[in-house]
């Protein structure tokens, strides 16, 4: 009985002696596949993922209109059909839904280079939404676009009898022996200017654990 339904199903006509007439001969599935019913003798276009429609004739998603209409044209690179609807694809440093939104540069930077090689010496990087520029903002005693250039605190010579070097936004005297203060102008030990003839002296110096 299973083998002669087999055959029944294969054939038509009052004798069983005529093979049905393939129904996607006349394909109209445009973007679509053909999927025929012997039983009736119709058929039903199985669309491809961007068509839609009873023959698959229409575009699932009008990319133009999407566009001019949906997705925020400055933050959209394209427009895709994706899970049968479509989609705005952002540009760099937009997100949301219809990438209306800007994302924070300074942030976005992070995810792809090491901010230590971007904002040198403690910098910040502040994204500026209006103009979209980003830029570093600099602790004291540091400039530059980076923020790489170190401010000159020596340039007074603040160091009376020391080397100066630059710490920052301020400096370090490094005392020759026998002075000491943060300018290096305060003599060790008790020997002051009170301990010589003041009309005749013109400073006080110190030589060899003695004062001249």
């Known amino acids: 009985m299973k083998r002669l339904l087999i055959f029944l199903k294969r054939v038509i006509g009052r004798n069983c002696d005529q093979k049905p007439k393939n129904p996607c001969l006349k394909n109209s599935c445009v973007n679509g596949i053909c999927v025929p019913d012997h039983t009736t003798g119709n ?30 044209k400055e ?31 300074c942030e976005l930077r992070a995810k792809i280079v090491d901010f230590d090689e971007e904002c040198k010496n403690g910098g910040k990087c502040v994204f500026n939404n209006q103009t979209d520029e980003i830029k570093c903002l600099c602790p004291a005693g540091f400039f530059g676009d980076r923020c790489e250039i170190a401010e000159n605190n020596c340039k007074q010579q603040p160091c009376k009898y020391g080397l100066c070097k630059n710490e920052g936004d301020s400096y370090k005297c490094m005392c020759t022996k026998g002075w000491k203060g943060k300018n290096c102008d305060e003599p060790m030990g008790q020997c002051s200017l ?14 060899k654990q003695s004062y001249v």
């Open 43 to 72: 058929y039903t276009c199985e669309c491809y993922h961007e068509a839609t429609g009873e023959y698959c004739e229409k575009e699932l998603c009008d990319k133009e209109y999407h566009m001019n209409n949906v997705c925020n």
């Open 75 to 105: 933050g959209t690179e394209n427009v895709i059909t994706y899970e049968r609807a479509c989609k705005c694809v952002c540009k760099l440093g937009y997100s949301g839904k219809n990438c209306h939104k800007k994302q924070n540069l």
């Open 194 to 207: 009170e301990d010589c003839v003041k009309e005749n002296t013109i400073d006080v110096l110190y030589s």
